[in-house]
């Protein structure tokens, strides 16, 4: 009887031994999460005098070492079993006590795991043909995140243009606007804990571009003290009639220590600006329809002039000729600062 206890005792204790923590992600020892009730079975004694003690260490707030006798196999059950109640580690070691047998020791290491829980319900806006990344943050970043849906509820996030990474990460260009929400679950394979929740986002449309309100003018520098040795043939403020053609130009010519650069602005479809650099002269021609006028109608052409030392640019504005009376500007005037400011 005595050689039968021992080898069953051996045996448990192997057991014993093979569920220490050894950094797979399955391990019972893992699995504890706080607010969660625990039990697994640490050792099976087959007499009623067979004892386990716990020799150093301490089990978490809310854990306890119990003997309960199972009918079922006829041996006592030695329990780690309860509700955690804090988040940590907790290195212990118990005496393993058979009666009349040789006595063992079992080392473990207890991990209490917050419970893993998605914190949020609301993703921040998106902009449709913005990029977007935004990360669903949880309790602890060991987690892996899948999407789902109720049936006939929630939104698919491939069919707005972005996508879910496993470690919760929202992706993509949005293609489409609107308040939406979607579904996710997140799952630990460290203690086997999982989570679900109904995220929110809103996607707006596209940003408009609001007009830029022109400064007034100031007035015309001095080429002189510009340092430009340019001759200006056109007003900086521009009226054109809509559906004329029309062909002005702003530029009559340019010393030879200027160089006209690349022209830039929001030139229309239908208007050309043409940089002659053999003799300096800059014009510009087309024709804009009434509804482009009606729509706003403004556009600016903007000629950067080089010299040796300096970049200056030369701002001309277009405007749809009022049915009124017409304000008229100096030539040479500048829409913003003078030149070389």
Known sequence: MKVKKTLAALMVLLMVFCSVPTGASRD???????????????????DENDEVKLISGTLPDGVELIREYNDTEGVYDFVISGTPMKAGEYPVEFEICPYEAMHSYASLTLKVWNKLKITVTRLPDAVVGEYYSQKIPVTYPEAEFTEWWNPGEGVILEGLGLELKSDGTVCGTPTKAGDFHFYVTVDSLLNLDSDEARIELKIAPPAVPTDTPTPPPTLPPSPTQAGIDARFTADSFIWYFPDEEFELQLIGSIGDSVEIGNVIGDIPEGVKVNAYSF??????????????????????????????NATYFMHYLFRPAPKGEMEAYPSGTPLKVPFGA
Request: charged share 20%; glycine share 12%.
């Open 28 to 46: 019972p020892w893992s699995s504890m999460i706080v607010g969660e009730s625990f039990r697994y079975v640490l050792w099976k004694g087959y």
């Open 279 to 308: 003799d300096g002269e800059v014009t510009v021609k087309g024709s804009l329809s009434a509804a482009f006028a009606e729509s706003g109608g403004a556009f600016t052409v903007i000629i950067p002039l080089k010299t040796e």
